[in-house]
C-alpha cells in the first residue's frame, strides 16, 4: 500500500511537474507572444497616429488647396470678366479708329479732289491770262512806245499808261490818243467777262496847286482813275460791278522822283487784270 502510495504520488506529481514545465514553457511562449503583439500593438498604433497626422495634414492641405483654388477661380472669373470688358473697350476703340481713318480717307480724297479742281482753275486761269496778255498786245500794238506798256507777272495782267497819253498836266480829262487806246482795251475787255478790272491813278510827289475843286494829288489820282473808267463804261458789254477806280496818290512810285524822268513815270495810270476768284472762293467755301 505504501509502496503504491509512493508510486502514485511520484507518478502524480511528475505528471504535475511535466505539466508545470509544459505550462511555464506555454506560459513563456504565451508572454513572448504577448510581447511581439505588445510590439505590434505599438508599431500599429505609433503607424496609426503617424498616418492620422498625415490625413490631418493632409486634410488641411487639401482644405487649403480648395480654398486657394476658389480664389484662383474668382480671380481668373473676375480677369476674365475684365479681359472681356478690355476686349471690348479695345474693339469700340479699333471701330471708332476705323470709322475716323475711313473718315479721314474720305475727306483727303475730297480735298485732293478739291486741289484738284482747284490746279485745274489755276492753270485755265494762267493760260486766259497768258491769252488775254497776247489779246491786249496786239490791240493796243500801235500805242506801245507811246507811253503804254502790258506786262504780266504775279499771277495778273498790267497795263501801264502814261500821263502824256492821256492827261495835259494837272488836268484830268483824257486826250484823243489816250481815249482811243482806252476804247481799244475796252474792245479785249468786253470779251473777257470774268476778268477783275482795278484802275489806279499815281502822281508825283509833287504839290498839286489848288485849282477849284481839285485839293491834292489824292484828289487828282482819283480823278484821272475815275476817268478812265467813264471811257471804259461807255462799252455796256462791259460789267461795271468787275470794275474798281483808285486813286494812289504820290504813294507808290516806280521811280525815283529826283528827277524829270522819274517824276513822268510816276505820273500814270495802271490798268490791272485779275482773274476772278469766284469759283476758287466757292471751291474753298465747300471744303469748310
Not at 475796252?186 to 476778268?195: F, Q, T, W
Not at 516806280?254 to 513822268?264: L, T
Not at 490798268?271 to 469759283?279: A, M, Q
Request: with cysteine; net charge positive; glycine share 4%.
Amino acid at each position: 500500500m505504501l509502496y503504491f502510495s509512493s508510486c502514485v504520488s511520484t507518478k502524480v506529481f511528475n505528471d504535475l511537474e511535466s505539466r508545470y514545465s509544459e505550462m511555464k514553457i506555454q506560459r513563456y511562449k504565451l508572454q513572448n507572444s504577448q510581447d511581439s503583439l505588445q510590439q505590434s500593438w505599438d508599431r500599429l498604433n505609433n503607424n496609426w497616429n503617424k498616418t492620422k497626422s498625415y490625413l490631418n495634414r493632409s486634410r488641411d492641405s487639401v482644405i487649403l488647396g480648395l480654398g486657394e483654388i476658389k480664389i484662383l477661380k474668382e480671380e481668373f472669373a473676375l480677369l476674365m470678366e475684365n479681359s472681356n470688358f478690355k476686349i471690348q473697350k479695345s474693339i469700340a476703340k479699333n471701330n471708332s479708329l476705323l470709322r475716323e481713318i475711313a473718315l479721314k480717307e474720305t475727306e483727303l480724297y475730297s480735298r485732293s479732289e478739291r486741289v484738284n479742281q482747284l490746279e485745274k482753275i489755276i492753270d485755265d486761269q494762267k493760260q486766259a491770262l497768258n491769252n488775254l496778255k497776247e489779246q491786249l498786245s496786239d490791240a493796243l500794238l500801235n500805242f506801245e512806245g507811246k507811253g503804254l506798256t502790258v506786262e504780266q507777272r504775279n499771277g495778273k495782267v498790267y497795263i501801264s499808261m502814261d500821263n502824256k497819253l492821256l492827261f495835259k498836266s494837272g488836268r484830268w480829262n483824257v486826250e484823243s490818243q489816250g481815249k482811243k487806246a482806252i476804247q481799244q482795251l475796252s474792245m479785249v475787255l468786253m470779251k473777257n467777262p470774268e476778268i477783275s478790272i482795278l484802275i489806279e491813278g499815281h502822281t508825283d510827289n509833287v504839290p498839286f496847286t489848288s485849282r477849284g475843286a481839285m485839293k491834292s494829288n489824292w484828289d487828282l489820282s482819283t480823278k484821272r482813275a475815275t476817268a478812265v473808267v467813264e471811257i471804259l463804261l461807255e462799252n455796256d458789254q462791259i460789267l461795271p460791278q468787275n470794275i474798281t477806280a483808285a486813286g494812289r496818290s504820290e504813294y507808290f512810285p516806280i521811280a525815283p522822283n529826283s528827277s524829270v524822268d522819274g517824276r513822268a513815270a510816276n505820273r500814270r495810270i495802271e490798268v490791272i487784270l485779275s482773274p476772278s476768284l469766284d469759283k476758287i472762293t466757292a471751291l474753298l467755301e465747300t471744303n469748310n
